[in-house]
């Protein structure tokens, strides 16, 4: 199995493009905010809200997108978070309390693209295999996603403005929320009838317990980049900052690519416990404080353990999702990401960007992981399927 052959089924290219577009301004509009805003405190406030505010839209309009269809929820987010940005563009940061206003509108309001693909790729891949690579293919394009939006960010600001930088992030909302719209395979109404009751896929326990692991497993990534930037200023490489991040997104690419080409020999109902397990290893080798070379080196195992891990939680996670809750479910698996991501940031920043704090983020979430292996839990990994 390769991503070419989950891309030569149909309509696959227009999904994955249009998500990756719409999803550009998540790593765009953080840093655009960043350079607009009359200083540093101000904008990390409103980066930082931007961030976290999707958390709270998309499960909300994941659960809009499993009763009335995908394509209503995903068109008006796009519109009305991409005119946000455009008035964001228009008035820029200096006024805090407009720019406040505008800022959560934006994130609350994202299009639910990634609960969207992941939800239809159970109705168009043709079997179980095909779904768990594309599944892989889109954990590990949400990496490019997060490398590619600061440097296209950073490259509209050099050449016209940061405002320039919002008004582009705002465009591509509206334009990738549109195109995924348009695909065939969009256009049907509900794809399963909804089973579950107000609680939705926060029923199961097991599901309760795999968010939980989530937000851990964000807390690793949050805590690394206050942690490079701690390793920077103590090392006297101001490389460092950025290049710590920049390794482990990178690697993520890597790890995708050999995950789907080969699947671990170990049973299936062990495969994220242990993919946990290993991530959590990875770490150690950073916590000793080494060179700085030594240290980018070393963040390339759990970087490539990354991918895979998010992958497994995915599929388990859509398993668990009661029938009719899917796209829901997956906005409630980047609730946990983002909290776990601003947990992670506020915690390294208090312990002086300490490098033992991913690693007790990444053991953290092995632990919980393994409790869903119990009897008692009757946890299944997954293959893919509901």
């Known amino acids: 199995m390769t991503f070419s052959s989950v891309l030569r089924q149909r309509g696959c290219i227009l999904l994955s493009t249009a998500a990756v577009i719409g999803r550009l301004p998540l790593g765009m ?30 499960p909300a309009l994941g659960r809009l ?11 008006a987010g796009g519109v009305i978070a991409g ?14 309390a407009p720019a406040l206003m505008l800022i959560v509108v934006a994130g609350g309001a994202c299009p639910p693209l990634e609960g969207g693909i992941r939800t ?14 594309a599944c892989t293919l889109d954990s590990t394009l949400q990496e490019v996603v997060y490398v590619l939006g600061p440097l296209l960010a950073i490259s509209v600001s050099v050449l016209a403005s940061p405002r320039a930088a919002l ?3 705002g465009a591509l909302t509206l334009l990738g929320s549109c195109a995924f719209a348009a695909a065939p395979a969009c256009r049907r109404g509900p794809l399963t009838p909804r089973t579950s009751d107000w609680l939705g896929p926060l029923r199961p326990a097991a599901m309760r317990i795999l968010l939980l692991a989530l937000a851990f497993l964000g807390g690793t990534v949050g805590a690394l980049d206050v942690a490079a930037v701690a390793a920077a200023a103590r090392h006297g490489n101001g490389w460092l900052a950025g290049a710590l991040p920049a390794a482990f997104a990178l690697a993520g690419l890597a790890g995708g690519v050999l995950f789907v080409r080969y699947r671990p020999r170990i049973p299936r109902q062990l495969e994220l416990p242990v993919t946990a397990g290993a991530f959590a290893v990875a770490w150690l080798p950073l916590v000793v404080d080494a060179g700085a070379l030594t240290m980018v080196l070393a963040v390339l195992m759990p970087g490539m353990l990354f991918v ?10 859509t398993d668990l999702a009661p029938q009719g809750t899917g796209t829901e479910a997956v906005g409630w698996l980047s ?22 704090i991913p690693f007790a983020a990444a053991a953290a979430c092995a632990l919980v992981l393994a409790l869903l292996c119990l009897p008692a839990v009757r946890f299944r990994a997954g293959d893919g399927r509901p």
């Open 120 to 133: 239809l790729w159970q109705h168009i891949m043709p079997d179980a295999a095909h779904v768990r690579a």
């Open 65 to 75: 997108a499993d009763r009335r269809g995908i394509r209503r929820p995903v068109v």
């Open 29 to 58: 509009v953080p840093v655009a905010i960043l350079l607009d805003a009359p200083s540093l405190a101000v904008g990390g406030v409103l980066a930082a809200l931007y961030s976290i505010t999707p958390g709270v839209g998309q």
């Open 167 to 169: 008004a582009t992030a």
């Open 83 to 96: 005119t946000a940005l455009a008035l964001l563009a228009l008035t820029g940061s200096s006024s805090a």
């Open 335 to 356: 609730t946990a990401i983002r909290v776990g991501l601003a947990a992670g940031t506020a915690l390294a920043g208090h312990s002086a960007g300490n490098l033992g």
């Open 308 to 317: 895979p891990l998010l992958t497994l939680a995915s599929l388990a996670l």
